[in-house]
């Protein structure tokens, strides 16, 4: 019955979604501002959602961060809420949801193929650690959404449609400083991410760092983003170039956070 709960809130919080994303792309092609409805249906999805992972977490005594299912319902969640924060927040680049909510229409998409089947809940996952790791890397992985959002804009406003479509955003030059600020607001949640990660090891397997397939390619992704970031500074890139390496520092990380988990045998050595 719970179980059953669980999932009817999950669909009725996806449908929100999609119904909010559908409504900022039109509202982007047709030149309307349905900004109020958008949030609003940015929050009433984020409510159903947080209330079916609650119901989830009550009935399996741990968080949403074992299976495939849950690992994708909770970043899901976690992105919206960054993204939801951002809206609200910065009206001046609310258009940008016309670019972020169909990255996360693929991943509901991926989340609605997935199995919602319990997973083994391993011993070492017993620490406070955990917590602070994934809670710092959700913040990271949000702020490099946004930035996302901007850099698509920017580079779709060179063509001839996407001018018209996202003409009430600021210069690209202010889209440019946002994204950046969002990427440096990243780096130093990414940074904690690994120092929280290597203390939950040591505690949980005796050793701060093993190379391990996940540990390798979080550190790859901090590395990129780093470099993108000094680059930035150094060459003053211009906003074309700044945009396309936010898109492949965010393509690095979505990688990392979702496809060495899964596709290595042994993405955190002990974890089991």
Request: charge should be positive; glycine fraction near 8%.
């Amino acid at each position: 019955m719970e179980q059953l709960l669980e999932l009817k809130l999950l669909w009725a919080a996806l449908v929100a979604y999609v119904l909010c994303g559908s409504l900022a792309i039109v509202g982007v092609v047709l030149r309307k501002r349905p900004e109020r409805s958008v949030l609003a249906l940015l929050l009433l999805g984020l409510a159903l959602h947080t209330a079916s992972i609650a119901v989830r977490w009550d009935r399996l005594g741990h968080g949403p961060f074992i299976t495939m299912f849950e690992i994708l319902s909770s970043n899901i969640w976690s992105l919206m809420l960054a993204f939801t924060i951002a809206y609200w927040r910065i009206a001046a680049i609310r258009a940008s949801a016309a670019v972020v909510m169909p990255i996360l229409f693929i991943m509901m998409g991926w989340l609605m193929m997935t199995s919602p089947g319990e997973g083994h809940f391993p011993p070492t996952y017993h620490t406070v650690w955990l917590f602070i790791h994934i809670g710092f890397g959700k913040v990271f992985l949000g702020a490099a959404l946004v930035a996302v959002g901007l850099a698509g804009a920017i580079l779709l406003r060179r063509t001839a449609r996407g001018a018209a479509w996202f003409q009430r955003l600021p210069a690209d030059a202010r889209l440019d400083e946002l994204a950046y600020r969002c990427m440096a607001l990243g780096f130093i949640f990414e940074t904690l991410m690994l120092i929280a990660g290597a203390i939950w090891a040591q505690d949980a397997w005796g050793r701060y760092w093993a190379w391990d397939p996940l540990e390798t390619w979080a550190f790859i992704t901090w590395l990129a983003l780093g470099i993108s970031l000094h680059a930035r500074v150094t060459f003053r890139l211009s906003p074309r170039t700044g945009a396309l390496m936010v898109l492949a520092v965010f393509a690095v990380a979505f990688l990392t956070f979702f496809g060495v988990p899964f596709v290595s045998t042994s993405p955190h050595k002990g974890a089991v």
